[in-house]
């Protein structure tokens, strides 16, 4: 798991590692000072996160049953002219409170799987939010370009859910 104090700090921390068949591992990590109620509901408003989340086109909860949920998304991936929409249909498992994790059913990559994961600690206030993936696309894009792309866009998509989580916390 990622340094507890530098989340603290206010610090965003990312992690890239290369895997066979150009499968790029990410993680991130964040603090956020909101419980993990308010950041469970914005992790799982899967209709909205459009509106919240940057790079998130349009995000459809298709269906949700036996605690599986079908979710179709469209997003922006790459830099400038490289930018790409990307579409695909994910399959989420939540464990409330804990963990939400989401494979690709259908869609723009070879590989897509990973989970967000809500931290506590009992010396801290708030939660520490974590997401582990695994991407390979179907397009061809040099491994190096989507672990640039996963550097500046992440952190942008964590302090999205940070600023949301935070924001409802302050509302009730």
């Known amino acids: 798991m990622h340094d507890h104090n530098q989340l603290l700090s206010g610090e965003i921390l990312i992690g890239l590692s290369y895997h066979d068949d150009d499968v790029i591992g990410v993680t991130g990590g964040i603090h956020i000072e909101a419980p993990p ?77 990973g989970e967000w994961l809500l931290e506590t600690h009992h010396e801290h206030e708030g939660t520490f939010l974590h997401y582990n993936a695994k991407i390979k696309p179907l397009f061809f894009a040099p491994p190096v370009l989507i672990s640039f792309v996963q550097r500046q866009d992440l952190p942008g998509v964590l302090s999205a859910h940070k600023k949301r989580a935070e924001k409802s916390t302050l509302c009730h």
């Not at 929409?85 to 259908?106: M, P």
């Not at 723009?108 to 799987?113: A, E, G, N, P």
């Open 37 to 113: 109620e308010e950041v469970w509901k914005t992790l799982t408003d899967y209709d909205n996160l459009s509106k919240t989340l940057p790079k998130v086109v349009a995000s459809r909860l298709i269906e949700k049953k036996n605690g599986e949920i079908i979710l179709e998304q469209t997003g922006k991936t790459g830099i400038l002219i490289f930018e790409k929409t990307v579409n695909f249909r994910l399959k989420l498992y939540e464990e409330y409170l804990h963990r939400v994790s989401f494979e690709q059913i259908s869609g723009d990559f070879h590989v897509y799987h």
